[in-house]
């Protein structure tokens, strides 16, 4: 079956950097959209980043030029790198894996990113 198994969160304090890892099994990952999506309680999930399998990327306009979107291909494995973080990306992060429409069927469990002095 599909596993999406995401990695890689934690406590930082602002200014900091972290680096999310979801690798990926029970797919042809080479041939699917990747993106990670973040939700706090109360609010609705939102995309952050995502990367298609042509290695073309989007970014949510709050974390653009912060975070960098990667894939790693003979991993499985796509990557969230995110500097300069602020309190305000603290959140649950997922994991997605999409074919034809984004966000697509699969989801990660979440892994929690703070950010907090």
């Known amino acids: 079956q599909v596993q999406l198994v995401e990695s890689g969160g934690g406590l930082v304090q602002p200014g900091g950097s972290l680096r999310l890892s979801c690798a990926a099994s029970?797919?042809?990952?080479?041939?699917?959209?990747m993106g990670w999506y973040r939700q706090v309680p109360g609010k609705q999930r939102e995309l952050v980043a995502v990367?298609?399998?042509?290695?073309?990327?989007n970014y949510a306009d709050l974390v653009k030029g912060r975070f960098t979107i990667s894939r790693d291909n003979a991993q499985n494995t796509v990557y969230l790198q995110m500097n300069s973080l602020k309190p305000e990306d603290t959140a649950v992060y997922y994991c997605?894996?999409?074919?034809?429409?984004?966000?697509?069927?699969?989801w990660g469990q979440g892994t929690q990113v703070t950010v907090s002095s």
């Open positions: 997605n894996a999409a074919r034809l429409r984004v966000p697509g069927p699969y």
């Open positions: 029970g797919i042809l990952f080479s041939v699917y959209t």
């Open positions: 990367i298609t399998s042509a290695g073309n990327t």
